[in-house]
């Protein structure tokens, strides 16, 4: 290993353990979705208002937080962006206090806006910490510590959310009060607890600064050049669509997986253990999907790989939506090992053709998860109309345009090396 190796590795480090956090309280909002929906009788469409809500922050934030991240730096934006987390955490306990679903949704977008600065420095910082010929590998090494923290979450959050109260099975109408308060009091429990592990976090990343500061500086270019920078860039955009995309179909099959294996046509199991299978297989499939996706990207041509995964995916989401029973229940939880190499391969085949600064494109890109707001809305009308079967038909065209913009990053020439370096090391 290399003197700079060596001098990076502890910033990398830190960095990923970034990842784990915003992966772990992404997914616990995948359990809370079937739990407010039971406690304050929601159909799927107004229970999708809870993604709607997290990833809308995505879009509102994204440029701003590119922003934010030239003008105070790596360090500061991200004690910043945790300390949002923290405040929002602090609102959705404060929900299940006052019984206010308004709350919920106010408490998630500015988690999700605090997430959006996170994210913005945190990616580009990950691809930045070493060879630049490497940047794929470390970005969904990073993802891969990412997926860990959302194996965690649905488990963590059915158990704490999804037992007791309404979801035993037994409630009748004489103590449905009785049991509304104790799911209620089962969400203020759960962020509370994830407000002080953010809290430990912001702590770790203090003492950490210094190291995070002399590893790598985000670029000196002016914040409204960067924005205008990466709306004028053909590959920018492309790769903003990408997002949205994978975004969006990740977020919409996670938002009803649990109602779906729960159903008697599925699986038939309870929704706390239908939340843990979630974590388990399905973002568990995308953990390990990451580990193994970081080797086989040392060698194969990450254009290639992002082909292949899209395309399965959408072959996966054709059988779920024509079939019942083990079948579809399996063929759905398996989607999550193909969405593993997903984000990282767009996001750093996008950097390597931008002609916008890292800064503006990766601000761009985060503002494109906005996806994960739109889809499941899209998703939600279409399970109150139709049903959650015939709902797998959003996610899989939503694949197979990312599987077209594989296809092209395939024929489109990448910056050269020295070029790539430059970029990444502002």
């Not at 910490?129 to 510590?145: D, I, K, V, Y």
């Not at 790769?239 to 109602?259: D, K, R």
Request: glycine share 8%.
């Amino acid at each position: 290993m290399t003197e700079r190796a060596q001098r990076l590795l502890p910033a990398f480090i830190t960095v990923t353990t970034l990842f784990f956090a915003w992966g772990f309280i992404t997914s616990m909002v995948d359990p809370l979705i079937p739990s407010v929906r039971a406690i304050f009788s929601l159909n799927y469409t107004e229970s999708m208002l809870t993604q709607f809500a997290f990833f809308l922050a995505y879009g509102v934030m994204s440029l701003p937080a590119g922003m934010i991240v030239l003008r105070c730096g790596y360090p500061r934006s991200i004690l910043g962006a945790l300390l949002a987390m923290v405040a929002g955490s602090l609102i959705i306990a404060l929900a299940g206090k006052v019984d206010t679903y308004v709350l919920v949704l106010l408490g998630l977008f500015v988690i999700a806006s605090g997430m959006t600065v996170l994210q913005v420095a945190a990616n580009p910082l990950a691809a930045s910490l070493g060879n630049p010929t490497r940047s794929h590998f470390r970005l969904t090494l990073s993802q891969a510590f990412n997926s860990f923290g959302t194996v965690l979450g649905p488990n963590v959050g059915a158990w704490l959310m999804l037992r007791g109260g309404v979801f035993t099975g037994t409630t009748t109408s004489a103590n449905f009060a009785l049991a509304r308060t104790d799911s209620l009091r089962s969400i203020y429990h759960s962020f509370m607890i994830v407000a002080g592990l953010l809290v430990l976090l912001v702590a770790f990343i203090w003492s950490a600064r210094r190291r995070l500061n002399d590893a790598v500086r985000p670029p000196a270019s002016p914040a409204g050049a960067a924005v205008l920078d990466a709306l004028k860039s053909p590959w920018a955009l492309y790769g903003a669509a990408a997002i949205f995309f994978y975004v969006g179909a990740e977020v919409a099959i996670s938002s009803i997986m649990i109602n779906f294996l729960h159903q008697g046509e599925v699986f038939g199991v309870s929704l706390e253990r239908a939340g843990k299978l979630l974590g388990v297989f399905y973002w568990g499939g995308a953990m390990v999907g990451r580990f193994f996706g970081s080797a086989l990207l040392t060698r194969i041509a990450a254009f290639r790989l992002l082909s292949a995964v899209a395309i399965a995916a959408a072959a996966f989401c054709l059988i779920v939506s024509q079939s019942h029973g083990v079948l579809a229940g399996c063929m759905a939880l398996s989607i999550g090992i193909l969405n593993a190499v997903m984000f990282p391969t767009i996001f750093t085949l996008t950097l390597e053709r931008s002609t916008a600064s890292t800064a503006a494109t990766s601000g761009l890109l985060c503002m494109a998860i906005v996806g994960g707001a739109v889809l499941p809305l899209i998703v939600g009308h279409i399970v109150d109309a139709a049903g959650l079967q015939i709902a797998f038909l959003v996610p899989m065209l939503a694949y197979a345009c990312i599987a077209l913009f594989a296809t092209a990053a395939g024929r489109a020439r990448a910056a050269p090396a020295a070029e790539v370096a430059a970029g990444l090391a502002h």
